[in-house]
């Protein structure tokens, strides 16, 4: 019988040639400029490999460092747990026993399960980002709750950051030495590091790559979104994930367990039988799972964001392999949600430049309906059918504060507004622009009126 399942085991994973093959097809799919995964099962990585190029014309292999942003989370949890199994910290310890600036009533367990009463909203995102070390950063933290600790579920850098800056004061390292002692050489991954160097990613702009630096914004050396790692390291990762590793069964649990309010864990989330964390970089992308059921983990890392991540795609499709079955190709969502917006920015020029042609016929027009100086009502349905031309500037004016709520309440900031959501940022200034134009045109026309 154990011959006969693990002949099945084997029939069933996918080989080297046909992860290639899908990974090709993915890259030529989506248009992005490199990508790198890897496969595992059981004690073994099936594949580790990449394709495509990054930004200094190298190609992307298995061993190209690439940014995780937020999958760096699960590592973090990681960190912090080796502490709560060496009996140096408790998960229900208050966090004001090491960072007084903390609200009362925060343990260490709501911080890793976002359960915290934190959110984008109570807390100065803006000044969070100016700061460079994480003690600093904990130095000028100032929240409040949204709700009591325990209470509700919502998804803050700021929980993973405070974490990393308890995991500094507790082990008495910098967060990156600490990391790199307590999980990235225990599991040897060599070539990971929390705030490690990568080359520069992507940004699209209407279907084309461009390279461009990570945008600065924090200390480098984080909790939440820091650590660059390889496809290969990260196989390492996925096997130890899976109970191949020097990481107890109790820690591994206790990872995976869902709080009493979400069934976000720490660093984890079930997800069709998966479990899962993605990132979001403003130049990097990257999605990890591991199936408990079966033993299989992936991991996809790409060197370009823009407003559709196809990451997730990838990583169906080497689900699907490890299935048996045939992958949907992915892609195309990015490009075609782009190509929209240049058609809206290209018919918002059109209509700016008909507009200010026809401003004196509009002009004229409402002219002709002039009752005589002082009519009030005239004026007052004229600037009410000017209006139109105001929207798309309001729209301007507000622009982050409409991200932001359509973001399910993360704070985006404009500067991070010309990285992966630069299609629209130039649709909404285009469409600003042309409505300003037509107005200034129609009020230069009615200048007679005065």
Known sequence: MKSLVFGLVLALTPAPASVDGYLDDALDATGLPGVSVVVTHGDRVVHATGAGHDSAGSPVTADTPMRVASVSKSFTAAGVLTLVEDGRLALDDPVRRWLPTVPGGVTVRHL?????????????????????????????????????????????????????RVAEVVSGQPFDEFMADAVFEPLGMHDTAVGGAAADGYNSLFGMWFSRPELDGGPAVNGAGGVVTTAADMGRWLVAQNGHGPFPASL??????????????????????????????????????????????????????????????????????TRGESPASPGGGRQTFEWVLAGIGLLALALAVLGVARARRWSTRRLAQHPGRGRLRWWVWTCLRMVPCLLPVSLLVFYPQVVSFISAGRTVLWAQLFYFALPLTVVVAVAAVAGFA?????????????
């Open 252 to 321: 591994l649990e206790t990872m995976r367990e869902p709080s009493a309010v979400d069934q976000y864990g720490m660093g984890w989330a079930p997800a069709d039988g998966l479990l899962v964390h993605s990132g979001n970089l403003w130049t990097y992308n990257a999605v990890q799972a591991i199936d408990p059921s079966t033993g299989y983990g992936y991991a996809v890392m790409t060197n370009g964001a823009g407003l559709y991540d196809d990451t997730q795609d990838i990583l169906d499709g080497l689900v699907s392999l």
């Open 112 to 164: 890793l399960n976002q359960t915290s009463g934190l959110a984008d909203s109570s807390v100065n995102i803006g000044e969070l980002e100016s700061t460079r070390t994480l003690a600093e950063y904990a130095e000028v933290f100032e929240g409040t709750l949204v709700a009591p600790p325990g209470t509700t579920w919502s998804y803050c850098n700021v929980n993973y950051d405070l974490a990393a």
């Open 438 to 450: 037509v107005l200034v045109a129609r009020v230069w026309r009615l200048r007679s009126a005065w």
